[in-house]
């Protein structure tokens, strides 16, 4: 089993909508949870960080966190297409290192 | 601003040569991480380190070296490349392993073994 998993896409969602990214972790004791976005030959930059149950939004960024389910997801709200991108799950295992999920390809129509 | 830099961005090199990328960042930060992301991988933990002389196995360490002799600087070795080393490379940096903060990456380093 992976320690960070998630569905690899690609998603596609019309512009406007709402997009919906998860993923699960295999370490309970993990206690930081990071999304990060990245464009095609770029690298990865922080888009939200979650440290405790329940959600916690930042513009039109929504993250969901519970650790009963060990379960992490994003929404991305009125999805724009520079919201297109490649969406990396992190966690920061109990070893106090950061384990990336395979990422979640996102692609947003007009 | 502080800032993490590899340097360089892009490096060709032929089978059997040992090549060494830098990773360099001035946040003062403790932790550092190098990372390969391939194509289906996402970013797969090659090393990391906690701080000075001390440097950890990541789960896809075989072939690679690090050493930590300051904060600022965690070079990456390849002590002999080989074509299954082709990747892009990553470096990140974060506050503590007590803050368990977000980390910030560096541009990336392209690597071609041939």
């Known amino acids: 089993q992976k320690e960070v998993e998630q569905n690899s896409g690609p998603l596609s969602v019309p512009e406007g909508a709402i997009a919906s990214l998860n993923c699960t972790y295999s370490d309970r004791v993990s206690q930081s949870f990071f999304w990060y976005r990245q464009y095609s030959g770029k690298s990865p930059e922080l888009i939200m960080s979650?440290?405790?149950?329940g959600d916690k939004e930042d513009g039109r960024f929504t993250a969901q966190l519970n650790k009963a389910s060990q379960y992490v997801s994003l929404l991305i709200r009125d999805s724009q297409p520079s919201d297109s991108a490649t969406y990396l799950c992190a966690v920061y295992s109990s070893a106090s290192k950061i384990i990336f999920g395979s990422g979640t390809r996102l692609s947003i129509r007009p | 601003d502080a800032e993490i830099t590899q340097s360089p961005r892009h490096k060709i090199t032929e089978t059997g040569r040992q090549v060494t990328l830098a990773c360099h960042q001035t946040w003062n930060h403790n932790n550092m991480f190098w990372y390969r992301q391939d194509l289906g991988h996402g970013l797969r933990l090659i090393h990391y380190s906690y701080g000075v002389q001390d440097t950890n196995k990541g789960e896809v360490s075989d072939g690679y070296s690090v050493s930590r002799s300051n904060t600022e600087d965690l070079p990456l070795t390849l002590e002999s490349a080989a074509s299954s080393q082709t990747s892009v490379y990553f470096c990140?940096?974060?506050?503590?392993?007590?803050?368990?903060?977000?980390?910030?990456f560096g541009q990336g380093t392209r690597l071609t073994v041939v």
């Open positions: 979650i440290y405790s149950n």
């Open positions: 990140a940096s974060s506050e503590s392993p007590q803050m368990n903060t977000e980390a910030f």
